[in-house]
């Protein structure tokens, strides 16, 4: 085709291009002749590309339905950052047989196979064009694809699945599923899902399946959500399920998942050890325990007379009802009794204020249709109520000097997490440190405001970490991890997220460096250790900084009475002298710093010791990368002690380090 490159190259007729892409895309190709052909077309047709005939342009495309073709089209477009690329990719992307093409040039090849994943899922497509595509469009574009490919079973696009999910914590699931979730594509999730692993369905439950339930599942349409989870079998890990269901507040979800378990007297047992253990009492907040109560006494309805019986007078039963009624909290004694007087059908009949009520929720009829349309419609005031209040802002007319200065310098400090998010996603910032540093001070700020950090946490974590130094700020790397860190610190629970992120995301050795090191110095903050470099702003919303007009302040009143007291007594007994004062007394106490970790410590340490057991599959690190993550799991460790599992957690480092002799700490 030497020939035909001369004719690309010096601007051909629409004809000449007709009839060379022809004879490209009809033919197979050698590996050289396709890469000098797809970067042809890429530096000398593609600029005149939309003056073309709608034919001549599909047959280009056809053309580029490859890894080698698309990874080529993104290596132009980073280089030259010309608008043509993109268009040209937008239009690739509208066509829903895409993926299958790319997936069928690969011929089975496993390298070229992982390229294809890295490229539409592993979010090297996405992350090329900075921004310039939408998220919710590209996840919509690709989750289409997707359903092109299930249509043709000698495709198999399982692995696909949860690598898409991660893209955007938030939204992906909420498009992805969406697309499924109707009479014509329904089938092709079950599909998907029966061929995952294990561990993949276990994923894909934990991480958005559950969660895009817990949106919509309501009192009314439980038998509908119920429908939807029998297609989704979880047998071989329903002890795994129910704990995991044990600690979501939706009791809705709660009921429609526990009437799919199998083995409810099992489940009931493994679950009831948790719930009782001390330490678990100890640890864990209130929130955590009810929402494990409202579990167990959910089991119970699905009991008979005996199996509760026999319950009331095993061990197992006893010890865990003996540490909630000894326990000297209220709450927690309470919980305790509740169980006890389930189990015995009222046997055991103690006053309990404010018991939970938990009626059995009838079984669906399994030969019934499916109607997807109960997910939407009934959708909870709740949800709207709390995006009303994410959207209200307050303005203190204190800080206006401040607003029109920020105005000037054109970077507005922002009150919910929410704005900050599009912060960083504005093409039009011109400063990324100045951001990390505000989202620092907002996230620990915001500490107290628990629904608004929980909802964002994972589309905020991701952002940062993503974060590149595009305009080569000196101590960006710095103050992003200060921001990260931050994150976990005031929500720990997105240390779940921020592991997925390391071992499935698509970043660079620095990218992931710097997410190890966020969880140590994390732990470490957590335990009540302080770490110099780490900033702890401990700001006040301008509100709390009002002054009262109407009152003295109470601790001015106070000290004018403590005053008044002092001198009455002086003039009655006379003013004492000291004559010696203990160094003891005068010696500065320093405050105990609460050990916030204990309870956290096997989120941290577990998932990161089986990352390295399992071989950490995220590509090819050198000796630098695994110094590291061995110094994060001994930080871990160290911050961990003590907790009620640190036995079992050093037993298993000190496993790790003997079999990585060859890298030395």
Same mark, same amino acid.
């Given at each position: 085709?030497?020939?035909?490159f001369s004719?690309?190259?010096?601007? /051909?007729?629409?004809?000449?291009?007709?009839?060379?892409?022809?004879?490209?895309?009809?033919?197979?190709?050698?590996?050289p002749?396709?890469?000098?052909?797809?970067?042809t077309?890429l530096?000398?047709?593609?600029?005149?590309?939309?003056?073309?005939?709608t034919?001549?342009?599909?047959k280009?495309?056809?053309?580029?339905?490859?890894?080698?073709?698309?990874s080529?089209?993104?290596?132009f477009?980073s280089?030259?950052?010309?608008?043509?690329?993109?268009?040209?990719?937008?239009?690739?992307?509208?066509?829903?047989?895409?993926?299958?093409?790319?997936i069928?040039?690969?011929?089975?090849?496993?390298?070229?196979?992982?390229q294809?994943?890295?490229?539409?899922?592993?979010?090297?497509?996405?992350?090329?064009?900075?921004?310039?595509l939408?998220i919710?469009?590209?996840?919509d574009?690709?989750?289409k694809?997707?359903?092109?490919?299930?249509?043709d079973?000698?495709?198999?696009?399982?692995?696909?699945?949860?690598?898409?999910?991660s893209l955007? /914590?938030?939204?992906a699931k909420?498009?992805?599923?969406?697309?499924?979730?109707?009479?014509?594509?329904?089938?092709?999730?079950?599909?998907?899902y029966?061929?995952?692993?294990?561990?993949q369905?276990?994923?894909f439950?934990?991480?958005?399946?559950?969660?895009?339930?817990?949106?919509?599942?309501?009192?009314?349409?439980i038998?509908?959500v119920?429908?939807i989870?029998?297609?989704?079998?979880?047998?071989?890990?329903?002890?795994?399920?129910?704990?995991h269901?044990?600690?979501?507040?939706?009791i809705?979800?709660?009921?429609?998942?526990s009437?799919?378990?199998?083995?409810?007297?099992t489940?009931?047992?493994?679950?009831?050890?948790?719930w009782?253990?001390?330490?678990?009492?100890k640890?864990?907040?209130?929130?955590?325990?009810?929402?494990?109560?409202?579990e167990l006494?959910?089991l119970?309805?699905?009991?008979?007379?005996q199996t509760?019986?026999?319950?009331s007078?095993?061990?197992?039963?006893?010890?865990?009802?003996t540490?909630?009624?000894?326990?000297n909290?209220?709450?927690?004694?309470?919980?305790?009794?509740?169980?006890?007087?389930?189990?015995?059908?009222?046997?055991i009949?103690?006053?309990?204020?404010?018991e939970i009520?938990?009626?059995?929720?009838?079984?669906?009829?399994s030969?019934?249709?499916?109607d997807?349309?109960?997910?939407?419609?009934? @959708?909870?005031?709740?949800?709207?109520?709390?995006?009303?209040?994410?959207?209200?802002?307050?303005?203190?007319?204190?800080?206006?000097?401040?607003?029109?200065?920020?105005?000037?310098n054109?970077?507005?400090?922002?009150?919910?997490?929410?704005?900050?998010?599009?912060?960083?996603?504005?093409?039009?910032?011109?400063?990324?440190?100045?951001?990390?540093?505000?989202?620092t001070?907002?996230v620990?700020?915001?500490?107290?405001?628990?629904? @608004?950090?929980e909802?964002?946490?994972? @589309?905020?974590i991701?952002?940062?970490?993503?974060?590149?130094?595009?305009?080569d700020?000196?101590?960006?790397e710095?103050?992003?991890?200060?921001?990260?860190?931050?994150?976990i610190?005031?929500?720990?629970?997105?240390?779940?997220?921020?592991?997925?992120?390391?071992?499935?995301?698509?970043y660079?050795?620095?990218?992931?460096?710097?997410?190890?090191?966020?969880?140590?110095?994390?732990?470490?903050?957590?335990?009540?250790?302080?770490?110099?470099?780490?900033?702890?702003p401990?700001y006040?919303? /301008?509100?709390?900084?009002? @002054?009262?007009?109407?009152?003295?302040k109470?601790?001015?009143?106070?000290?004018?009475?403590?005053?008044e007291?002092?001198?009455?007594?002086?003039?009655?007994i006379?003013?004492?002298?000291?004559?010696?004062?203990?160094?003891?007394?005068t010696?500065?106490?320093?405050?105990?710093?609460?050990?916030?970790?204990?309870?956290?410590a096997?989120?941290?340490?577990?998932?990161?010791?089986?990352?390295?057991?399992q071989?950490?599959?995220?590509g090819t690190?050198?000796?630098?990368?695994?110094?590291h993550?061995l110094?994060?799991l001994?930080l871990?460790?160290k911050?961990?002690?003590?907790?009620?599992?640190?036995?079992?957690?050093f037993?298993?480092?000190?496993?790790?380090?003997?079999?990585?002799?060859?890298?030395?700490?």
């Amino acid at each position: 085709m030497n020939d035909d490159f001369s004719v690309l190259k010096s601007e /051909p007729s629409a004809e000449e291009i007709d009839r060379i892409v022809t004879e490209f895309i009809s033919k197979e190709n050698a590996l050289p002749t396709k890469l000098q052909f797809i970067n042809t077309i890429l530096q000398h047709i593609l600029p005149i590309y939309q003056s073309l005939k709608t034919t001549i342009r599909l047959k280009i495309r056809r053309a580029f339905h490859s890894s080698i073709g698309i990874s080529n089209l993104l290596k132009f477009y980073s280089l030259t950052k010309n608008e043509i690329y993109l268009k040209f990719m937008k239009d690739l992307l509208l066509d829903q047989t895409l993926l299958v093409s790319v997936i069928d040039a690969a011929k089975g090849n496993k390298t070229e196979l992982g390229q294809v994943r890295s490229l539409f899922v592993g979010s090297k497509i996405f992350q090329t064009f900075e921004g310039k595509l939408e998220i919710e469009r590209y996840l919509d574009l690709v989750t289409k694809q997707l359903i092109e490919a299930c249509k043709d079973d000698k495709f198999e696009v399982s692995e696909f699945v949860n690598q898409l999910l991660s893209l955007h /914590p938030i939204d992906a699931k909420f498009v992805f599923l969406n697309q499924f979730f109707n009479d014509n594509y329904f089938n092709y999730l079950v599909q998907l899902y029966s061929r995952m692993t294990q561990v993949q369905k276990k994923q894909f439950l934990w991480r958005s399946f559950f969660p895009y339930l817990d949106r919509y599942v309501h009192n009314n349409n439980i038998d509908t959500v119920t429908k939807i989870l029998k297609h989704f079998v979880f047998t071989d890990f329903e002890d795994q399920v129910v704990k995991h269901i044990a600690e979501s507040k939706n009791i809705n979800l709660q009921q429609a998942i526990s009437l799919l378990v199998k083995d409810h007297k099992t489940a009931f047992k493994n679950l009831l050890k948790i719930w009782g253990n001390e330490q678990f009492i100890k640890d864990h907040p209130s929130e955590l325990q009810e929402a494990n109560t409202k579990e167990l006494l959910i089991l119970i309805n699905y009991m008979d007379t005996q199996t509760k019986g026999n319950f009331s007078k095993d061990r197992t039963f006893l010890d865990a009802i003996t540490s909630r009624i000894s326990s000297n909290d209220n709450f927690n004694r309470g919980l305790g009794m509740m169980v006890a007087k389930k189990i015995t059908n009222g046997e055991i009949n103690f006053d309990i204020v404010d018991e939970i009520i938990i009626e059995p929720v009838s079984r669906p009829n399994s030969s019934s249709k499916i109607d997807f349309t109960d997910l939407i419609l009934g @959708e909870p005031l709740q949800n709207l109520s709390l995006n009303t209040h994410k959207e209200t802002k307050v303005m203190d007319s204190d800080d206006e000097s401040d607003i029109e200065e920020d105005q000037e310098n054109g970077n507005i400090d922002t009150l919910f997490l929410k704005d900050l998010i599009k912060k960083f996603n504005d093409d039009k910032i011109s400063s990324i440190t100045k951001l990390l540093a505000h989202t620092t001070k907002l996230v620990r700020q915001k500490a107290t405001f628990k629904i @608004e950090i929980e909802f964002y946490s994972e @589309e905020l974590i991701s952002v940062l970490i993503g974060l590149i130094n595009k305009f080569d700020e000196s101590n960006f790397e710095d103050l992003k991890l200060n921001a990260i860190v931050s994150v976990i610190v005031v929500n720990p629970k997105i240390v779940s997220h921020t592991m997925n992120l390391l071992f499935t995301g698509d970043y660079s050795f620095q990218q992931r460096m710097i997410i190890l090191s966020s969880i140590s110095l994390a732990a470490r903050e957590l335990r009540g250790i302080d770490d110099d470099f780490i900033d702890k702003p401990t700001y006040d919303f /301008p509100t709390r900084k009002i @002054e009262q007009r109407h009152q003295p302040k109470i601790e001015e009143v106070q000290r004018a009475k403590i005053e008044e007291i002092k001198n009455d007594s002086d003039e009655l007994i006379g003013e004492g002298t000291v004559k010696r004062i203990s160094k003891k007394l005068t010696a500065t106490k320093e405050a105990e710093k609460p050990n916030n970790f204990a309870r956290l410590a096997p989120k941290f340490f577990y998932p990161l010791a089986n990352g390295w057991i399992q071989g950490i599959n995220v590509g090819t690190f050198n000796e630098m990368f695994m110094k590291h993550y061995l110094q994060t799991l001994e930080l871990v460790v160290k911050a961990a002690y003590p907790c009620h599992e640190f036995d079992d957690m050093f037993a298993l480092y000190n496993e790790i380090l003997e079999n990585s002799q060859s890298i030395l700490i």
